[in-house]
């Protein structure tokens, strides 16, 4: 069983900072990228961005030169640091990776958190 939990989602007020991490747990064999993504009410689910093993990464155009996506391998963490926040901002932000299992170590699949609320108040 592998688990991805996020956290640091809240409220803050526009301009403000927040730092969400998440980490996977679980017979995990490898992890190739992990990212993350956010859900809007009434949008569809959105790349925010995401990062190779080897520390490439990508981001989607309305969150370049705000948020920062980081990594450790070690500790099979992934986090997002966001700054200047928007409220346009707002949405659930999940943990995404993609990895395989001990059980299955050629097969690779993409595992998701349970999301955490990001609030930006105007």
């Known amino acids: 069983q592998v688990q991805l939990v996020e956290s640091g989602g809240g409220l803050v007020q526009a301009g403000g900072s927040l730092r969400l991490s998440c980490v996977a747990s679980g017979r995990i064999f490898s992890i190739n990228a992990m990212g993350w993504y956010r859900q809007a009410p009434g949008k569809q689910r959105e790349l925010v961005a995401t990062?190779?093993?080897?520390?490439?990464?990508n981001y989607a155009d309305s969150v370049k030169g705000r948020f920062t996506i980081s990594r450790d391998n070690a500790k099979n963490t992934v986090n997002l640091q966001m700054n200047s926040l928007k409220p346009e901002d707002t949405a659930v932000y999940y943990c995404?990776?993609?990895?395989?299992?001990?059980?299955?170590?050629?097969?690779?699949?993409?595992?998701w958190g349970q999301g955490t609320q990001v609030t930006v108040s105007s």
């Open positions: 990062i190779t093993r080897g520390g490439i990464t």
């Open positions: 995404n990776a993609d990895l395989s299992i001990v059980q299955v170590p050629s097969r690779r699949a993409e595992y």
